[in-house]
């Protein structure tokens, strides 16, 4: 495990208490404690690893955020509000943590729902101008015609909202079942389009939110990977860049 090892130095700069100098010069003066023994210089710790300096225990600030990919069953509901819901996803979960959705899956869906008590992520992935992937495999109650994909794919009226739909992907999988892949959040919104050319959605699963796939049993969750939450992170930072840089230019044009 040794990846999960870091130098004493490195530990305590990353902690927000000292410079890695200054880390190293507390550690000669003798100042520095590893699980009550004065460490050397380079010795490394591990995660469960006791540090003081000067009698006093040094604790992680950076505690380790919750992130979970879970597969939402039909009738639970995506609320914090346990006193509100009796089918709630936190009690369904009953995580140890306090936990939140990440944006929402209405109860007659079910599928993929990304869990954290991380609010700046939230942020992120629920900002509709980053155009994050969302895939749903959906059944309807009548054969689906070439006329329906064509419209799905190129954005239906909402009038209540006063919108039309981003175009979006959308591939027939079979008589009744297609394909689609959204990068926007509308309430109910592949419902309510399917809804405007007549047709009425039997079953709607969510199997992928930008880099995660669905992959685990209903009513399952699962800690995301290193690798996905690395990926994750590089697309959001990928896209929030181009969101600010596309407010620059909009103001920028806007005072030429």
Request: hydrophobic fraction near 35%; include cysteine; proline fraction near 4%.
């Amino acid at each position: 495990m040794e990846e999960n090892l870091k130098r004493i130095n490195k530990f305590l700069s990353e902690v927000g208490y000292c410079s890695r100098r200054e880390a190293d010069k507390l550690i000669e003066a003798g100042r520095v404690t590893i699980n009550g023994k004065v460490p050397e210089m380079g010795t490394k710790i591990a995660p469960n690893d006791v540090v003081h300096v000067d009698g006093q225990e040094i604790k992680n600030k950076k505690e380790a955020f919750v992130y979970l990919a879970f597969n939402k069953p039909v009738g639970i509901v995506c609320t914090t509000d346990t006193s509100v819901e009796k089918d709630n996803i936190i009690d369904f979960i009953k995580y140890p943590k306090r936990i939140f959705p990440i944006g929402r899956l209405d109860k007659p869906s079910e599928g993929l729902i990304l869990l954290t008590d991380d609010g700046d992520i939230v942020n992120k992935i629920l900002r509709a101008s980053n155009n994050h992937e969302k895939e749903y495999i959906v059944t309807v109650d009548k054969p689906i015609s070439q006329t329906f994909i064509e419209r799905m794919r190129g954005g239906i009226p909402l009038a209540d909202l006063n919108k039309t739909t981003k175009k979006c992907e959308v591939e027939k999988l079979s008589t009744y079942k297609f394909r689609i892949v959204l990068t926007q959040g509308l309430n109910r919104q592949i419902r309510r389009m399917c809804e405007y050319l007549t047709y009425e959605v039997q079953t709607l699963k969510r199997i992928r939110i930008m880099n995660i796939n669905l992959d685990m049993p209903i009513g399952e969750y699962r800690e995301l990977t290193k690798t996905e939450f690395h990926e994750l992170n590089n697309l959001l930072e990928k896209s929030t860049k181009e969101y600010v840089t596309s407010k620059v230019e909009k103001h920028t044009k806007k005072h030429q």
